[in-house]
């Protein structure tokens, strides 16, 4: 199986309406590295480095933050996906992950201002795997993970290849937090 | 995609919808909110205008290929997109639930309890209360709706989105502050986004939200409320005066206004021996024996001789104030009501005040002037910070009481008849202030 990473970078280029000209390979180790050698400039290195390499190639810049606090905010969340997310979190650190995003997200519609961005989008790709095998009981626990992992992935072009998955809009547990 | 020309006033809420929607669907739209295209209360009564808006009222949308129509919401479906009405049947259900839902739930409680606080509606304490709970119970049904929602129906904008926050835009703006909405998190955070989209910023602008509940605007009311003047213009003008007798008396039937205002409070608070005019020795011309005589006997044959022959020149002076701006004037109606307001800001004067101040001309070509009698040989203006609102807009010019002038402008003034000279205009209508 291809490494999960190429793959995401690649559903990023079709999210991002790129041809697949782009060339990725990866540096092995316990975490795979992405690694994209550039026509005229250096090798990039990283998914962070070489996803806001891509947007600028697509020319869709406000995806990377429309003010300097937002490009801040994106870069601290694409920071926070490669640290937090990536590399097979334990049950403690996903829940401390869902625990946090969903304090983060009580008054927030996206990670960073107000419009999409690429935080929202690698943050939807890593969570992925988490969300998948979250029960519905602990989905509505953190509810404003749900909500917000809902919108982006119904947000056209983001959700690509993965799987849709289902979030009850009504509430079926009494009280979460 | 619908193109067109919309009309209405400017900064119309209800036009916003259609602005709105018309920035997420493409559609191209003109407005026409001010003249020489359109001017709100003149334009939408014309008998061109009522051909094809029956109502009179704005916003009015007319395409560009002629369709005509009217009402905001059905202004905004029109120049909507697929996206924004609902793809589904389902989904432009729930679409015209929520519109429904704003007009119907929001509408009424946001308009009793922001009127007031905007000065175009008088205060009821009862009424803003009761309003205060309706307006909680609707953001609790809305908390409730978007805990697990990013927008009202679908993933995305739609017209419920856009109805529902152009209809909480004044809350949000005047008396939402922090504390109130702290319980509604979900409605807040919904509303923030949606109003920093960029197709909404483009049509509203920065959104700042409520920092301090504002409340009832008693001077702004005071300032525009239209008194039925129209009818009363084939009156002469001693009929009027008996009309505006009978206006004081209701006014002190009312009692005093549930809230005082700053001016009124330190007034009320003051010791009497605190008279402002206290230094001046007592006079001989009792100003309430002459207003008494002004309202109730005959202007020529006796109030008049009365003022001259109790006149005291040492405790009192007479004025001429003359409006600086009359270009700034249009409707007499209008310029009516600057007089009235500026009245009512002086209140209280009255007690050692009396003035007639007249509107000369016609629309658009009028003048406001009038001749005032003060306690003392100043402007009492400079007495309080509230009645420093209108009296830089004039001119004053303090008269010799013993010159022809002042005899001429006192006759004339007091009883509305004579030619006026000092301005050239025919005498309009007139109010007194005493």
Redesign the interface.
């Known amino acids: 199986m291809a490494v999960a990473v190429l793959t995401e970078l690649s559903a990023l280029e079709n999210t991002l309406g790129l041809p697949r000209s782009n060339k990725f390979s990866a540096l092995a180790g316990e975490r795979p590295v992405p690694v994209l050698q550039t026509n005229d400039g250096p090798r990039l290195v990283g998914l962070a480095t070489i996803a806001s390499h891509l947007v600028k190639q697509a020319r869709k810049e406000q995806l990377l933050g429309a003010s300097s606090e937002e490009r801040a905010a994106v870069q601290q969340w694409l920071e926070y996906r490669v640290t937090r997310i990536d590399g097979r979190p334990s049950r403690e650190e996903a829940d401390g992950v869902l625990r946090e995003l969903s304090a983060y997200l009580?008054?927030?519609?996206?990670l960073a201002?107000?419009?999409l961005t690429l935080a929202d989008i690698l943050a939807y790709h890593g969570l992925h795997p988490l969300m998948v095998a979250l029960p519905v009981h602990e989905k509505e626990r953190y509810?404003n993970v749900?909500?917000?992992f809902?919108?982006v992935q119904?947000?056209p072009g983001v959700k690509q290849h993965l799987p849709a998955i289902v979030?009850?809009?009504?509430?079926l547990y009494a009280r979460g937090p | 995609m619908a193109a067109g020309t919309l009309y209405t006033y400017p900064e119309n809420w209800r036009a916003f919808k259609a602005l709105i929607a018309a920035q997420y669907s493409g559609a191209q739209i003109t407005v026409h909110s001010v003249p020489p295209h359109f001017q709100f209360g003149q334009t939408n009564k014309t008998p061109e205008f009522l051909k094809k808006f029956p109502v009179g009222k704005v916003p009015a949308f007319e395409g560009a290929d002629g369709f005509c129509v009217f009402e905001s919401n059905a202004i905004a479906y029109y120049v909507a997109n697929e996206d924004l009405r609902g793809n589904t049947v389902a989904a432009a259900a729930q679409v015209l639930q929520w519109v429904s839902f704003a007009d119907s739930e929001i509408l009424p409680p946001a308009s009793t309890w922001v009127f007031p606080t905007l000065g175009i509606m008088q205060y009821n304490k009862q009424a803003t209360e009761h309003a205060k709970e309706e307006v909680k119970r609707v953001l609790v049904i809305l908390d409730a709706h978007l805990k697990t929602r990013t927008f009202l129906v679908g993933e995305r904008v739609t017209l419920a989105d856009i109805a529902v926050v152009c209809s909480l835009l004044w809350l949000y703006k005047q008396v939402l502050e922090p504390a109130f909405r702290q319980p509604y998190g979900n409605v807040t955070r919904w509303f923030v986004t949606c109003v920093n989209q960029p197709q909404f910023q483009s049509v509203l602008g920065d959104f700042k939200l409520c920092e301090k509940m504002a409340q009832f605007d008693a001077k702004k009311f005071a300032e525009t409320q239209p008194k039925k003047e129209t009818s009363k213009k084939e009156k002469t003008p001693k009929e009027m005066k008996k009309e505006e007798k009978k206006q004081e008396k209701k006014k002190e039937e009312e009692g005093p206004n549930e809230e005082l205002d700053e001016c009124e409070q330190v007034l009320a608070a003051e010791p009497k021996s605190k008279d402002p005019y206290a230094h001046l020795p007592k006079s001989s011309f009792i100003m309430d024996e002459f207003k008494r005589k002004y309202s109730n006997e005959d202007t020529l044959t006796v109030a008049l001789p009365y003022f001259w022959e109790h006149f005291d020149k040492e405790g009192w002076s007479i004025w001429y104030a003359e409006y600086r701006f009359p270009k700034e004037l249009t409707q007499t109606f209008m310029s009516c009501n600057l007089i009235t307001g500026m009245f009512q800001r002086l209140d209280k004067l009255r007690k050692t005040a009396f003035a007639s101040v007249i509107l000369s001309g016609t629309n658009n070509d009028s003048i406001i002037s009038g001749v005032w009698v003060f306690r003392g040989q100043e402007l009492a203006f400079t007495l309080c910070e509230d009645w420093q609102i209108d009296y830089e807009s004039y001119t004053w010019r303090k008269l010799d009481v013993d010159s022809e002038e002042c005899k001429t402008l006192v006759k004339e003034y007091f009883l509305w008849e004579g030619d006026f000279k000092n301005l050239g205009k025919p005498f309009n209508q007139g109010k007194i202030f005493k």
């Open positions: 009580q008054d927030r519609v996206y201002g107000n419009r509810v749900s909500r917000w809902s919108h119904q947000y979030f009850l809009k009504n509430r």
